[in-house]
């Protein structure tokens, strides 16, 4: 047999060979690196559970949430990006307290947001299911101060944060100028989990309504930013 490693003469150029046993890719005694350092993947962002892990989802989603013309001007229609029906908000009509219920696609009741009696509208807390039990307290949404022009600042305190010393969570922007993001309270303005945005559309003459699309980042709770937008609403 020919000597393999002999050089060989093609032109101008020469060419070497060298034969050597085959490595096996899958032996990491033969490697340098381990097949599985070079597989890993980032591991995802830690969940923002609030209500429910099941409305935390892998990828970011994007929801219309627009109100309907209805007995008591405050209902609202929730549909994903392919235009399903996904939730509903219907609000009380006897209530001494305003109060509205965020119901799942099979009509189950996801939380109860209702109007804490204080001066315009400026705190409002949310209960899990049909309940305003305080037992169910998940989170209060307070506004920052009562007649917001301008800038709109609302403060989120978890129902496990009963001091209210710090926000754990904040809308920023500006609620007229039609656009607001929730980030974190203890992190910088610019890093946000989730934009709600608002449009006016005219249903009819001298009368419209506020259509919202709530963009939620991976692993962000959809019911609770869903839930912020319907306060946000009324808190304007």
């Given at each position: 047999?020919?000597?393999?490693?002999?050089?060989?003469?093609?032109?101008?150029?020469?060419?070497?060979?060298?034969?050597?046993?085959?490595?096996?890719?899958?032996?990491?005694?033969?490697?340098?690196?381990?097949?599985?350092?070079?597989?890993?993947?980032?591991?995802?962002?830690?969940?923002?559970?609030?209500?429910?892990?099941?409305?935390?989802?892998?990828?970011?989603?994007?929801?219309?949430?627009?109100?309907?013309?209805?007995?008591t001007g405050?209902?609202?229609?929730?549909?994903?990006a392919?235009?399903?029906?996904?939730?509903?908000?219907?609000?009380?009509?006897?209530?001494?307290?305003k109060?509205?219920?965020?119901?799942?696609?099979?009509?189950?009741p996801?939380?109860?947001?209702?109007?804490?009696g204080?001066?315009?509208?400026?705190?409002?807390?949310?209960?899990?299911?049909n309940?305003?039990?305080?037992?169910?307290l998940?989170?209060?949404?307070?506004?920052?101060?009562?007649?917001?022009?301008?800038?709109?600042?609302?403060?989120?305190?978890?129902a496990s944060?009963?001091?209210e010393?710090?926000?754990?969570f904040?809308i920023?922007?500006?609620?007229?100028?039609?656009?607001?993001?929730?980030s974190p309270g203890?992190?910088?303005?610019?890093?946000?989990?989730?934009?709600?945005?608002?449009?006016?559309?005219?249903?009819l003459?001298g009368?419209?309504?506020?259509?919202?699309t709530?963009?939620?980042?991976?692993?962000?709770?959809?019911?609770?930013?869903?839930?912020?937008?319907?306060?946000?609403?009324?808190?304007?």
């Open positions: 047999m020919a000597d393999c490693s002999a050089p060989v003469k093609t032109g101008d150029f020469r060419l070497v060979v060298f034969v050597s046993s085959p490595v096996s890719y899958h032996d990491p005694a033969k490697m340098d690196t381990p097949a599985s350092a070079t597989t890993a993947l980032p591991a995802p962002a830690p969940a923002t559970v609030v209500v429910d892990k099941r409305f935390c989802a892998p990828e970011a989603t994007a929801f219309a949430v627009a109100k309907t013309i209805t007995y405050r209902d609202f229609t929730v549909t994903n392919g235009g399903a029906n996904v939730m509903q908000v219907e609000a009380a009509v006897f209530a001494l307290l109060k509205s219920l965020l119901l799942d696609a099979a009509r189950r996801v939380v109860t947001m209702q109007d804490s204080y001066f315009m509208n400026t705190r409002w807390a949310v209960f899990r299911g309940s305003t039990s305080r037992r169910n998940l989170f209060t949404v307070v506004k920052s101060s009562a007649i917001q022009i301008g800038r709109t600042k609302i403060y989120v305190f978890l944060n009963s001091g010393e710090a926000p754990d904040v920023r922007g500006s609620y007229y100028d039609g656009a607001c993001t929730v203890n992190s910088d303005a610019t890093i946000a989990q989730a934009s709600i945005t608002r449009q006016n559309t005219v249903q003459i009368f419209g309504r506020n259509k919202y709530a963009r939620i980042n991976p692993g962000v709770d959809q019911a609770f930013i869903l839930a912020l937008t319907v306060i946000l609403d009324e808190m304007h």
